[in-house]
């Protein structure tokens, strides 16, 4: 069964740092998703994308946050200037339209030290 | 806005017993309704979904939920846990308004004891 890819599994990075956080969808997705969960909260929606431009974005999605789609199969989260409160676990999703469910990736741990 | 409610963070459950988790939300219309699973250091699995039509829906690994609007609520369940269903359980609401989003609830740890 095809899936969401997601690398790297772990990410450690001094506070200050740019972080690239890589993502595979499936291969005849259209849309995409990044999504954040905070050790012990809850899973948090942080942005949408389709058709190479940010359909939707929640409030923790701020000028720090960009997201990218560089080549046909590749989809970025770059978060700028790192701070301690970033680091969580960070999910890619993607599904075929937007009213098919979302196929989750297996998450980025990101550490801010 | 709409929001979800699983009211209880951990439930231990035997093995071999049934299983009920809740879940309740928030949105004024009809709403997308998911449940996944998360197994340590795994990424979110879906389980099922409810889009419309029968209210009782099937999902994999012998899963089941009733959507109950009259109560706003989604309930997981499964007539008989095996130890390997151990893991967090997560219910969220999808808003299509064109383009989609979820909202989750806190989770439901499950424990399965021997």
């Known amino acids: 069964e095809p899936e969401v890819t997601q690398t790297p599994s772990h990410q450690v990075t001094q506070m200050g740092q740019e972080v690239i956080l890589r993502c595979v969808p499936i291969?005849?997705?259209?849309?995409f998703y990044w999504y954040r969960q905070i050790l012990g909260q809850k899973v948090e929606f942080l942005v949408s994308f389709y058709n190479n431009e940010i359909s939707e974005k929640s409030e923790i999605f701020d000028d720090q946050f960009s997201v990218e789609r560089p080549d046909g199969s590749n989809f970025t989260l770059k978060i700028r200037s790192t701070k301690l409160e970033d680091s969580a676990m960070y999910f890619c999703?993607?599904?075929?339209?937007?009213?098919?469910?979302?196929?989750f990736g297996d998450g980025t741990r990101l550490s801010i030290l | 806005a709409q929001s979800v409610t699983q009211p209880d963070i951990h439930i231990t459950v035997s093995e071999g017993a049934s299983l009920e988790l809740r879940c309740n939300y928030s949105y004024g219309a009809t709403p997308y309704l998911f449940w996944y699973v998360q197994s340590p250091g795994q990424g979110l699995q879906l389980l099922l979904k409810y889009f419309s039509g029968d209210t009782l829906v099937q999902g994999i690994k012998g899963f089941e939920a009733e959507f109950k609007r009259s109560q706003s609520s989604f309930n997981l369940r499964k007539p008989s846990v095996h130890w390997s269903d151990a893991a967090e359980y997560f219910c969220a609401v999808g808003v299509y308004s064109g383009y989609s989003t979820l909202t989750f609830g806190k989770g439901t740890m499950l424990l399965v004891s021997p």
């Open positions: 291969s005849n997705h259209l849309y």
């Open positions: 999703a993607s599904s075929g339209s937007s009213n098919q469910p979302q196929h």
